[in-house]
């Protein structure tokens, strides 16, 4: 890992740069596909996936059999892990459930908002080598609370034309309405644009590579929303000497993990704990099954020293992380002055691990530096709030002459006219 001693403000820009790749030449390649299965749907769909998932498939969509099967050879053990964590995320999410807000405005005039679910929403799961099936329980739950009419899964299918039997099972035990094996930019197009296969979607969900990303970025141009713009996964940790090395060491190498694009970032007030973390990342990294890709990772991290917490926290709020982590006396401090970071977890025995998988927080999170202007994934964000008003004969009396004086200050007559009409009839009838 790369350790920078005590940085000037001016460098932290530089410092905290993600270890983000051109997209012009990834542009180029989503664009094209996505023309093509604008244009020829379920044929353009076939066709990639083919070259990118080397299989050629009659049938998209996971049938009841393959679910069964999914159940079947899933281990007891696993599914009642799967079935604690979906307990705990439907606890939190059911919990930012909000009634009407009503309120009236002027004697006459009332106003209220109500929300409503999105009425189709698309899910996409990555598979490949480490097949997300957490991210079905944190997409699929708050999508069931808010009511979503249609929850569409996408993910792409193995060499054999499987999709993963965790991902299927959690799928199943949330409320999927439809199950496609399809992968990469051709599910975000077919989502997109809809095919004889694939629904078209209102809203498109989920994780992937750049490809992905791109692809998700791409939809918002033909009408459909996104959950966020999101790259690559990150984790900052805060940390002094009253952190066990061992736990932020495995913090740290728990994102690692993820991708080589990966970053994972120290900042402590304390060299001795920098010096123990960097010791414990070597001792704890031999033992991983995925060495290679999380090596990688550490090569784009970094170890932070700084002066004070108050320097550390001006820096935090400066990268703006998806994930992080508070190990320090002070996290009374931190909590009350970050204010952009993805998700939090706070003391010695809260593992950025928990939020993936089981304590209920949602792990669909800004990453990027979009923390600063995007939320994680919530219920509302499978929900619109709509406002509604109702004015009486009254209400439009007490309100008219200001709407006609603002509508003719801004040249528009017909607007003025609507209210002006109302207000004739009433003084006519008195």
């Known amino acids: 890992m790369n350790k920078i001693d005590n940085p000037k403000p001016d460098t932290w820009s530089e410092i905290l740069k993600r270890p ?44 009841t059999e393959e679910i069964q099967e999914a159940v079947n050879s899933i281990s007891t053990e696993l599914k009642d892990a799967i079935e604690l964590a979906k307990g705990n995320i439907y606890k939190f999410h059911t919990a930012q459930k909000t009634e009407r807000i009503s309120i009236e405005t002027t004697a006459g005039v ?10 189709k929403i698309g899910l996409y799961i990555p598979g490949g080598t480490a097949p997300l099936f957490s991210t079905v329980l944190m997409l ?20 054999t034309g499987k999709i993963n039997p965790a991902i299927l099972y ?26 004889k296969s694939i629904p078209k979607v209102y809203k ?24 966020m713009p999101a790259g690559p996964s990150e984790l900052l940790v805060v940390a002094d000497d009253t952190a066990v090395p061992a736990f932020v060491a495995s913090d740290l190498l728990s994102q690692a993990e993820h991708g080589t694009d990966s970053q994972v970032i120290l900042v402590s007030t304390s060299r001795k704990l920098i010096d123990a973390v960097e010791n414990e990342i070597q001792i704890q ?21 700084v002066e004070n917490d108050q320097i550390a926290l ?10 992080f982590i508070i190990c320090s006396e002070f996290d009374d401090f931190y909590c009350n002055g970050i204010l952009n970071a993805g998700s939090v977890f706070i003391g010695n025995y809260t593992p950025e691990s928990a939020g993936d998988y089981a304590s209920g927080t949602n792990h669909t999170l800004p990453t990027n530096g979009y923390a600063k202007n995007y939320s994680g994934v919530n219920l509302d964000s499978f929900m619109k709030a709509m406002t509604f008003q109702k004015i009486s004969k009254k209400g439009i009396q007490n309100i008219g002459k200001a709407i006609e004086i603002m509508a ?23």
């Open 204 to 227: 498109i969900f989920g994780p992937g590579n750049q490809f992905v990303t791109v692809a998700k970025q791409l939809a918002t141009q033909f009408g459909v929303a996104i959950d």
């Open 140 to 159: 699929a739950v708050p999508a069931e609370i808010a009511g979503c009419k249609e929850i569409v899964l996408c993910s792409p299918p193995d060499k």
């Open 285 to 305: 990294l031999d033992q991983l099954p995925r060495k290679a890709i999380a090596k990688k990772a550490i090569e784009n991290s970094k170890l932070i020293y």
């Open 170 to 195: 959690a799928a199943n035990l949330c409320g999927v309405t439809k199950i496609l094996k399809v992968g990469g930019i051709q599910a975000i197009a077919g989502m997109t644009f809809g095919t």
């Open 314 to 323: 001006e820096l935090i709020n400066e990268y703006g992380p998806e994930h």
């Open 110 to 119: 009332k106003c209220w908002q109500e929300k409503r679910p999105i009425q």
């Open 20 to 63: 983000t790749k051109t997209i012009d030449d990834i542009e180029v390649t989503v664009k094209e596909i996505f023309k093509e299965v604008q244009k020829k749907g379920d044929e353009a769909v076939a066709k990639y996936t083919s070259i990118f998932d080397g299989i050629t498939l009659e049938n998209y969509e996971v049938t």
């Open 408 to 430: 003719e200050a801004e040249g528009l007559q017909a607007h003025k006219n609507a209210v002006t009409l109302r207000l004739k009839s009433l003084e006519e009838r008195e």
